[in-house]
């Protein structure tokens, strides 16, 4: 995370600038903690299901991410472009969950998202729209 400028939460890591936005969503991500995981979106935040539905609110995304988080295994991501203005950014991100699952099957999936990012009053980034699969359609889960 050299080079990004991250402050420290209370739990997590928030980044104050839209190129430190990957690493932060990295961080938050790969604690394959829900709540963690959740520190990262805005309250009314929507996130797209992998059936394609938008889901609204931090209850909603939790249940999204449970279907992720299952398999156990790490994410990576690399970022294709960020746009950003004052106080908004659009992410497109390639990323990747593979390796061996909690249950012992291999895990292959990969996906390029679309995403938006709002910089809140406190400095900090967050997302509030997820589209994890963007136009790809699938049948993963």
């Not at 990576?76 to 061996?100: C, F, M, P, Q």
Request: charged share 25%.
């Amino acid at each position: 995370m050299e080079g990004h400028n991250l402050i420290e939460g209370p739990t997590y890591k928030l980044s104050t600038t839209p190129e430190g936005i990957v690493d932060s969503l990295l961080d938050h991500f790969n604690s394959r903690n829900i709540e963690t995981m959740l520190g990262f979106y805005e309250d009314d935040a929507v996130i797209i299901s992998i059936s394609g539905e938008p889901r609204r609110g931090k209850k909603e995304i939790a249940r999204e991410l449970q279907q992720s988080f299952g398999f156990g295994l790490p994410i990576k991501i690399t970022d294709r472009k960020i746009y950003s203005t004052d106080n908004l950014a659009s992410l497109v991100l390639e990323w990747k969950i593979a390796g061996t699952g909690n249950n012992g099957e291999k895990v292959n999936i990969t996906g390029t998202s679309s995403d938006y990012a709002k910089k809140g009053p406190d400095g900090y980034w967050r997302c509030w729209f997820g589209n994890p699969f963007g136009v790809q359609v699938s049948s993963l889960f």
